[in-house]
């Protein structure tokens, strides 16, 4: 370490201390650099993040498998100690279930004979991929989470992420073995939703904080604490009726959502590929143009014509450079 | 000739250690813990890392350790790219200028100079993120990260200079 004093500092000592000088302003500015080009949603920072995480996904999942049974052993203990109340609790849930079973029978069997009525289309089968969670949602900075399944598996940016309490979130940066999960709760997170009961739509935005807001509802829309929330499948990207939360609260300047999902205990989501290619594929977009219309390719500068009134994002909200 | 070689090898195996322990911090803290509301709060492992060989080991945490090191904590947290970078480099910075504050003190002198460079770090993280997001993010969480990180740092420090008296020499 060349620097003890103005006694032994020689001409290489200082060309040292300069270069040192020289790479720790260089390294400040090339931080800066990568932040701003995020921001401006270049594709290169984040294919870098997505090749980092693939170098690493293995070895997180390595990781992960262990750590998820040490505490499914310790919830097993735990569960041991309340087994009698637990029993009681789902004695009671299966009555109540088992009633809602005899309905959704009786609305099953209407379902089909009004289909056939009505020689109904049903929309695209959903497939789904399984994928573990290797990372905890990203805390402080971001609300987000790796898994160990990526464009190998099939999986494609603007998917829908569940599991079996609801949505999740949507994938967000896509590499060869792993992928990024974009949780509800994230300040990036848009989701087109809407009321289940009044069927009003609106929009589910994340604010990095523990829960996300209902915002862009129609005027004059009445909600009240406990109305489900599901998604309403516009912007293509999503199938309908994926449940979202609950709303629990509403006050003056913002309608609260819980999710269904806890984000901090997902060990294994699914996927949902339901045919469509993300977000921005203009093939399944209901818009208001004829069919023959539309190009026959998606060419890249087709995003900025957007036809849909109901669930653009505010501009410069929506901010995900990994998109197409 | 065979001596030599391995000789340099375990020399540079130790050397390099102080980075690979500082990695691994960084992959500890994004394993999923299922603890609920222990996410948000997962104190910064690899600031404590940064710090403690910055004021220990300079000679064997160069600058560009510490850019790499904070491009993989941006990665695979899912921060901002540069975010926690930023921030690692400027701890760097800082430390390296106050280097003889810390050297040949006690402990809680050192506990005291990570509590006001994390206390820094935390900040800066906040008004970066904010200014990112054009968004004033609740400080509440990076509060929290704050606190859990002061309180977990004397058990990291404890195990980071075992290894730097027993490895490193």
Redesign the interface.
């Known amino acids: 370490m060349g620097k003890q004093g103005p006694g032994s500092s020689t001409r290489v000592d200082a060309i040292r201390h300069y270069l040192q000088r020289f790479a720790y302003v260089g390294l400040v500015g090339a931080a800066f650099g990568l932040m701003m080009l995020g921001k401006a949603e270049t594709v290169i920072v984040e294919e870098v993040r997505a090749r980092i995480n693939d170098a690493f996904a293995p070895i997180l999942e390595a990781i992960a498998e262990p750590a998820e049974t040490v505490r499914s052993y310790l919830d097993e203990g735990r569960q041991f100690l309340s087994i009698h109340e637990e029993n009681m609790r789902l004695t009671q849930e299966n009555e109540r279930l088992l009633k809602w079973q005899t309905v959704a029978r009786k609305v099953e069997a209407e379902n089909v004979i009004l289909r056939d009525l009505l020689n109904f289309q049903v929309g695209p089968e959903a497939s789904y991929i399984a994928a573990r969670v290797i990372s905890d949602d990203g805390g402080t900075f971001s609300e987000s989470a790796l898994v160990y399944a990526g464009k190998r598996e099939g999986v494609n940016n603007g998917q829908a992420v569940v599991t079996g309490e609801g949505l999740v979130g949507r994938v967000a940066g896509v590499a060869h073995r792993s992928a990024r999960v974009l949780l509800l709760t994230d300040l990036n997170s848009r989701i087109p939703v809407m009321i289940e009961s009044s069927r009003a739509r609106g929009i589910l935005a994340g604010r990095n904080e523990e829960k996300p807001i209902l915002t862009k509802l129609p005027p004059g829309t009445i909600v009240s604490p406990g109305d489900r929330i599901v998604t309403s499948g516009h912007g293509g990207a999503f199938p309908e009726g994926i449940p979202v939360g609950l709303i629990t609260a509403v006050n003056d300047a913002l309608v609260e959502i819980t999710p269904f999902v806890d984000s901090q205990r997902l060990e294994i989501v699914r996927i949902v590929d339901y045919g469509l290619d993300g977000i921005l594929d203009r093939h399944r977009l209901r818009t208001d143009l004829p069919k023959d219309d539309l190009p026959v390719a998606v060419v890249p500068e087709e995003k900025t014509v957007e036809p849909m009134h109901t669930v653009v994002p505010k501009p410069g909200t929506e901010r995900r450079p990994s998109e197409p | 000739m065979k001596p030599a070689f391995w000789q340099r090898l375990d020399l540079w195996a130790r050397n390099i250690s102080p980075v690979g322990l500082t990695v691994l911090l960084i992959?500890l803290?994004?394993?999923?813990?299922?603890?609920?509301?222990?996410?948000?709060?997962?104190p910064q492992l690899a600031l404590m890392g940064v710090f403690h060989w910055t004021v220990f080991r300079?000679?064997l945490f160069p600058?560009?350790a510490?850019?790499l090191i904070?491009?993989?904590q941006?990665?695979?947290?899912?921060?901002?790219?540069?975010?926690?970078?930023?921030v690692y480099?400027?701890v760097?910075?800082v430390v390296l200028g106050q280097r003889r504050f810390f050297l040949g003190k006690s402990f809680f002198v050192e506990w005291l100079g990570f509590s006001i460079i994390c206390a820094g770090a935390a900040l800066q993280?906040w008004l970066?993120?904010s200014a990112?997001?054009?968004?004033v993010?609740?400080p509440a969480?990076?509060l929290f990260?704050y606190l859990m990180s002061i309180a977990f740092y004397p058990l990291l420090a404890w195990i980071m200079g075992r290894w730097q008296t027993s490895i490193l020499r």
């Open positions: 992959l803290s994004v394993i999923p813990t299922h603890i609920p509301g222990y996410a948000s709060i997962v300079p000679d600058i560009l510490v850019f904070g491009i993989l941006d990665s695979l947290s899912g921060a901002p790219m540069g975010l926690n970078t930023l480099l400027t760097f910075g993280a970066l993120l990112y997001y054009v968004h993010l609740a969480p990076v990260q």
